[in-house]
């Protein structure tokens, strides 16, 4: 017999949920299949089948939470040509199948978990559906949905796709609905709270004039294009002002250990990601040491990875510093929370054309609000200000990047 384990699942994360078994009892797998979707604080993730046999019993269902090395279920290991052997009975044994339903997402198709989610809330035969990679992701998904273009003279536009975890409203005009949290949400919620409860924090404003760097952008984003194969975007210049930042007011790259400070001389800049699960914030390591292009093409690949669920743990893990944007989702002005250990964090907004003063002449430019939060600790109101002027400097004048970043 071989337990079926909660794996390790990375630092600091020692509890997860069992979100949806994909075998059953009697089931015969090989080595390497997908058992068991675990749901954690910080990623959804899947427990494989280390060796071939056939499972014979689950101890936690879905919805049960469970620790580290904590048995999920037990298998009864045989060698693969035993394996396979009970699997060709199997199937010889079954009738023969009607018609796959559309919305069909068995287990043994190759699908992240967010596609799997997709695929029912779209009514999708993951069978069907063609991956762009190792595994179905959720564009593989949405692009299987989307219907071709009817030949006819007027285009129809395709349907909005509807979220898959949307619980359906319920009639009557006092109705309510319940969810349990998912550990994401509820892990969000905690260390929100306790960032608010241990830190100091107290944030600051300053706004940025964006005129230089969407002129820049203008002229090179076609080269840039044409060379990197990633757009030029407004994340490579402020993550270059960050760590230009940072090294000259080193004590907001720290953190608190005890009654200590623990000055970091790396730049592991994370960046906040929307996810269909709650914000999740991947960390870009050595940022100082990469290109405008070697970030665009990070901050895509984490936007993207996030989308389709394939983030990893060591994605999530550590960071010196992080910048959140709230301004793609139309915010002017917000006061982003830490994020423990970390003693600062960059809230970026909006760009709205407003007046301003420039050589004594009120003239229209795009300007945004930016915030920083900060840890009063063991950063003073003098640094965090000098921080943000700092930052705003170099979006300013791009070429101080190059001169002083």
């Known amino acids: 017999m071989t337990n079926i384990v909660v794996p390790v699942l990375g630092e600091s994360v020692v509890e997860a949920r069992v979100a949806k078994w994909l075998k059953k009892v009697g089931d015969v797998v090989a080595a390497g299949d997908p058992l068991v979707e675990l749901e954690t604080e910080k990623i959804d993730l899947e427990v494989n089948a280390d060796s071939a046999g056939i499972i014979v019993s689950i101890a936690h ?3 049960a939470d469970v620790k580290v090395g904590e048995v999920l279920g037990v298998m009864d290991a045989v060698d693969a040509a035993t394996a396979a052997k009970a699997a060709s009975a199997a199937a010889a044994a079954a009738p023969a199948p009607a018609a796959p339903a559309a919305a069909d997402t068995r287990a043994d198709v ?9 695929a029912r809330a779209h009514d999708v035969n993951l069978d069907r559906v063609p991956a762009s990679g190792p595994r179905v992701t ?6 299987a949905a989307t219907p071709a273009p009817a030949p006819v003279a007027a285009p129809v536009a395709a349907p ?14 006092r109705s309510e609905t319940r969810e349990r949290m998912t550990k994401r949400r509820a892990t969000i919620a905690r260390r929100l709270v306790e960032a608010q409860r241990t830190a100091a924090m107290l944030t600051t404003f300053n706004e940025v004039d964006m005129t230089a760097v969407m002129a820049l952008r203008e002229r090179r ?8 194969g990633v757009g030029l975007g407004l994340s490579s210049f402020f993550v270059k002002a960050v760590v230009g930042a940072l090294k000259a007011f ?7 250990q005890g009654d200590d400070i623990v000055y970091k001389h790396y730049y592991d800049i994370g960046i906040a990601v ?6 999740v914030v991947p960390v870009l390591r050595d940022a100082d040491q990469r290109s405008f292009a070697d970030i665009e093409h990070g901050i895509r690949d984490f936007a993207k990875r996030a989308g389709d669920g394939l983030l990893t743990l060591d994605d999530l893990k550590g960071g010196t510093f992080t910048i959140t944007n709230g301004g793609v989702f139309g915010s002017m ?20 054309d407003r007046p301003a003063v420039v050589n004594g002449q009120i003239v229209v430019r795009p300007m945004m609000y930016v915030a920083l939060s900060y840890d009063h600790r063991i950063v003073d109101g003098r640094e965090a200000v000098q921080f943000l002027v700092k930052v705003k400097e170099f979006v300013e004048d791009p070429a101080l990047l190059l001169v002083e970043g």
Not at 138 to 143: F, S, Y
Not at 160 to 173: E, K, V
Not at 221 to 228: G, R
Request: hydrophobic share 40%; glycine share 10%.
């Open 274 to 279: 929307g996810a269909e699960g709650g914000l």
């Open 110 to 118: 190759k699908a992240t978990p967010t596609a799997r989610n997709v």
């Open 250 to 256: 080193p004590a907001i790259n720290a953190e608190i």
């Open 138 to 143: 959720k564009d593989d998904v949405l692009r």
């Open 61 to 63: 269902e879905a919805g």
């Open 160 to 173: 909005a796709p509807a979220r898959a975890t949307a619980p359906a409203a319920p009639a009557g005009p």
């Open 221 to 228: 984003k076609e080269a840039f294009q044409k060379k990197h």
């Open 333 to 352: 002005m917000s006061t982003p929370i830490l994020n423990p250990p970390q003693v600062g964090i960059l809230g970026l907004h909006k760009i709205a």
